[in-house]
């Protein structure tokens, strides 16, 4: 069973609501990400979050926005989204060991977004 | 940056038979290897992985292997059950302190269809 909690399973918002992604692991991860994934398409990275900060924003455009309250948390703020949008939200997480990180990216099940 | 290129796209088994996934990749420092297993609906999954000090791996029915001069590395399912049935995504990276985070370069996937 996947330790990342990914709420909710579906989401379906309009182009003018604000909506957000919740993610959540107790495995100690200091490392979080968010991917986005269409069908039939490999996973592509959006932001990587490290000790909690940003450490990586592959320029996502302004409209999605990602938070990490704390070492366990992370969000994602979705505001003004266009139907090309709708997509599979993954969340994962991986270790962080003395400065290194261990590879592994464990997956949550995800968040399908409809924009409409 | 790293480029993964992933075959064959689709592959169909019969039950008991052995199944074979091939991934090249062009940045020779890439030095870690995860195989991932999606099922329908859900995220993927980490089934095994590799590191670029290690030529082979196992872990029962499943194993990888990997040539760094060749740069490109399998995954070999044997005795494949109809549970085995999924996309499967290689992926490349390079991890450890100080390297760039979370980005995994995804192969484009397989499709695995195990008949019974």
């Known amino acids: 069973d996947t330790e990342v909690t990914q709420t909710p399973k579906h989401l379906v918002m309009g182009m003018t609501n604000k909506k957000s992604l919740k993610c959540e692991q107790h495995?100690?991860?200091?490392?979080m990400y968010w991917y986005k994934q269409k069908a039939k398409k490999p996973p592509e990275l959006m932001f990587v979050?490290?000790?909690?900060?940003?450490?990586i924003n592959e320029s996502v455009p302004s409209r999605f926005s990602p938070e990490c309250p704390n070492s366990s948390l992370l969000n994602l703020h979705l505001h003004a989204l266009q139907p090309e949008d709708s997509a599979l939200y993954l969340c994962?997480?991986?270790?962080?060991?003395?400065?290194?990180?261990?590879?592994?990216?464990?997956f949550g099940e995800g968040s399908r977004l409809t924009v409409l | 940056g790293e480029n993964v290129e992933q075959h064959p796209s689709t592959l169909s088994v019969q039950e008991g038979d052995s199944a074979v996934i091939k991934c090249t990749y062009s940045?020779?420092?890439?030095?870690?290897f995860p195989w991932y297993k999606q099922e329908l609906g859900k995220g993927p999954q980490l089934i095994i992985d590799i590191r670029s000090n290690v030529g082979e791996k196992k872990d029962q029915r499943i194993a990888v292997t990997l040539n760094k001069t060749a740069k490109h590395f399998s995954l070999h399912i044997t005795e494949t059950q109809p549970e085995d049935s999924a996309v499967y995504f290689c992926?490349?990276?390079?991890w450890g302190r100080g390297s760039t985070l979370g980005r995994l370069y995804f192969g484009r996937g397989t499709q695995l269809t195990v008949w019974p």
């Open positions: 979050y490290s000790y909690e900060k940003l450490s």
């Open positions: 992926a490349a990276s390079i």
């Open positions: 495995m100690g991860h200091r490392a």
């Open positions: 994962a997480s991986s270790q962080v060991t003395t400065g290194k990180l261990t590879g592994e990216l464990f």
């Open positions: 940045d020779s420092a890439s030095n870690y």
